[in-house]
């Protein structure tokens, strides 16, 4: 699922699930470039991080793109993969499913969030449904695989009247994140307005496990993170 | 997709699509008297005829099941396929799909449905899903066919961990409605709780596509239906 600028269909219009954290605003950036006229969709669902909201409204408005912001109430929230009855099929042992999950899996949230970018992308004749999955640092989150991908693909072609016209593309999936982080710098993606902390501070709290591996990325890519220079005012 | 009670997992908890039309409600009773303690989910999302969540309402409190209400505000609303600059892949034409397709279609509903009825599974570790899809009479909704059910059960085994543990069953897909309502009855459904009208009146109109459905299928089922009763009174 790796981009092919000349497999890409003609740039017309792309629907692109910007969350307002890294992956997702690099992703908007090579979809623009490509071509595509985008619209933004982003959610509200109660996350943690919810900062990543004010982000991808700015992120929306820099690069000149519209943004539809979805509210949605989860009343179950958490997963029964944290309770203390934990089944899981035999394939899957108990520990596998406890080691690769990390605890902020949200259950069937890229299936939520594609099915609106789905119904979006054929309510307003789009092309094209771009989505900053990331396999490769969060390989834990099942709903980021390329074989998740490719069986929503099956549902956007079989559910939708115009589904065989609308692409679903991850350009970023198989990257690793210094390379998406060269890629968004070539492409002038404003760093300084991605969120990828857990935490909800005015700053990245420089701890958690998704600010260590932006971290790791941008000395790997040997760029400064902007976001991480406000730590160390 | 026929139900097939001695391949049924063992019931345990479902998670139940209830429209508060008379199919959904069929499926719940099918659901129920194959054992499933059954939670059921149904969405406002500004549907015309919002009047249904009231029934599922009664036919959730009538059948001792809880029921979540999901609150969507989708603002793309209508379908490109309805508006003037109809783009349709060349392999179907578009007056196939202006004939095919009726206007009440909203793009993607039952992914949207069915990925927060997948969400709500994984998280409460539920075994099923259940939706009382129906290809015949709607035939014309892509979403209904089997095909499309089939897709989306891959998206279930890839996008969430308990994917292979959760069944999606459409127990009523490949019955006429004559045959759902005779089934009904023999389960005991409330049927003047169930709700099928297009229209927002107190009664059904008896005469929008819906209801001549319904009263079709109750004629040729042999049987009165307790919902149009009120219309003769």
Chains 1, 2 share one sequence.
Not at 28 to 46: E, V
Not at 69 to 85: D, E, M, Q, V
Not at 161 to 190: D, H, Q, S, W
């Amino acid at each position: 699922m790796k981009i092919k600028r000349r497999s890409l269909p003609a740039g017309r219009r792309a629907i692109v699930l910007l969350s307002g954290g890294l992956d997702s605003a690099v992703t908007l950036y090579i979809a623009k470039s490509a071509g595509f006229n985008c619209s933004c969709l982003t959610f509200d669902y109660g996350q943690r991080h919810r900062r990543e909201i004010k982000n991808a409204k700015e992120l929306a408005r820099k690069s000149n793109c519209s943004l539809e912001i979805i509210n949605i109430k989860l009343p179950w929230k958490g997963s029964a993969l944290f309770g203390k009855n934990i089944r899981v099929s035999k394939h899957l042992r108990i520990k596998e499913v406890k080691d690769s999950i990390p605890s902020t899996y949200v259950p069937a949230r890229n299936t939520i969030f594609l099915s609106f970018a789905l119904s979006y992308a054929e309510a307003s004749n789009a092309n094209a449904i771009f989505i900053g999955a990331h396999a490769q640092d969060y390989s834990g989150y099942p709903d980021c695989r390329e074989k998740f991908l490719s069986a929503f693909k099956k549902v956007m072609n079989t559910g939708t009247v115009l589904g065989r016209e609308i692409r679903l593309i991850a350009p970023v999936l198989k990257m690793n994140k210094a390379k998406i982080i060269k890629l968004g710098a070539k492409l002038g993606v404003p760093f300084e307005h991605t969120w990828s902390c857990y935490s909800q501070g005015k700053v990245p709290c420089g701890k958690c496990e998704s600010c260590n591996f932006r971290d790791k990325g941008f000395k790997e890519a040997g760029l400064i993170d902007p976001a991480f220079l406000k730590i160390n005012k």
